[in-house]
């Protein structure tokens, strides 16, 4: 059993900057992934961004490449993103996840087996 808490957002300016945090307890391996999602009203969840526990094999949806960057620290069992050049379309709830089926890839949510409660996050252009 794994729990995920997520915090750091919050309402900011377009081109503004914010830093999510994903503390885990329980059992986590530096090799198993986390991985950062996103849901705006209406849509379906999306994937940002994932790496191993480890701090390996960071990975990145399309549209936040070149302006998010994914960080773990496993001794703290804490997961990081750093978003930057945020824009009114990054506007959504942030979970993160930690992946526990490996038949799927990284970027899918049906990978992940254990999930926060969400961090909202609001860009105001």
């Known amino acids: 059993q794994v729990q995920l808490v997520e915090s750091g957002g919050g309402l900011v300016q377009a081109g503004g900057s914010l830093r999510l945090s994903c503390a885990a307890s329980g059992r986590i391996f530096s090799n198993d992934f986390v991985g950062w999602f996103r849901q705006a009203p209406g849509q379906e969840r999306e994937f940002v961004a994932a790496?191993?526990?480890?701090?390996?094999?960071?990975s990145y949806g399309d549209s936040v490449k070149g302006r998010f960057t994914i960080s773990s620290d496993n001794a703290k069992n804490t997961a990081f993103l750093q978003m930057t050049g945020l824009k009114s379309e990054d506007t959504a709830v942030y979970y993160c996840?930690?992946?526990?089926?490996?038949?799927?890839?990284?970027?899918?949510?049906?990978?992940?087996?254990?999930w926060g409660q969400g961090t909202q996050v609001t860009v105001s252009s």
């Open positions: 996840g930690v992946r526990m089926y490996s038949a799927y890839v990284v970027s899918s949510s049906d990978a992940y087996a254990y």
């Open positions: 790496i191993t526990w480890g701090g390996t094999r960071p």
